[in-house]
C-alpha cells in the first residue's frame, strides 16, 4: 500500500516540476512513517518468534516430563524385575559382556 502512495507522491512531483522533498513530503506519507511501519512490522516479527519459542519450550518441557516419568517407570520394572530373578539377570549381564569383547576382538584382528 505505501508503494502504491510513494508512486502517486513521485508522479505528482514529476508532473508539477517540484524536486524538492518537503512539497513531495506534503502529498505523500512522510518519511518517518516507513521507519514507524518498520518498526512496527519488526515488533509483529519479534513478538512471532517469541510466541514460537513460547510454544516450543512448552511442548519439549512436556516430552521431557512424558520420557522421564516413562524412563523412571522402566527403572523401576528392570530393577524388580532383577531382584526376581538374579540368577537370570546375571546370565544376561555376562552374555552381553562376552558380545561386547568378541565384538572388540574381531575388530581388532580387522
Avoid at 522402566?74 to 539377570?89: C, K, L, M, S, V
Amino acid at each position: 500500500m505505501y508503494h502504491g502512495q510513494q508512486f502517486v507522491t513521485q508522479s505528482l512531483v514529476a508532473k508539477h516540476g517540484s524536486g524538492d522533498r518537503e512539497s513531495a513530503q506534503v502529498v505523500g506519507k512522510p518519511e518517518g512513517d516507513a521507519s514507524d511501519e518498520s518498526r512496527k512490522t519488526l515488533k509483529s516479527l519479534k513478538a512471532n518468534a517469541e510466541n514460537a519459542l513460547k510454544h516450543s519450550r512448552h511442548l519439549l518441557s512436556d516430552a521431557y516430563e512424558e520420557v522421564k516419568v516413562k524412563t523412571r517407570e522402566t527403572g523401576i520394572a528392570t530393577r524388580d524385575y532383577a531382584q526376581e530373578h538374579p540368577w537370570t539377570t546375571a546370565g544376561v549381564a555376562v552374555g552381553a559382556l562376552g558380545l561386547l569383547a568378541a565384538y572388540l576382538l574381531c575388530k581388532r584382528g580387522d
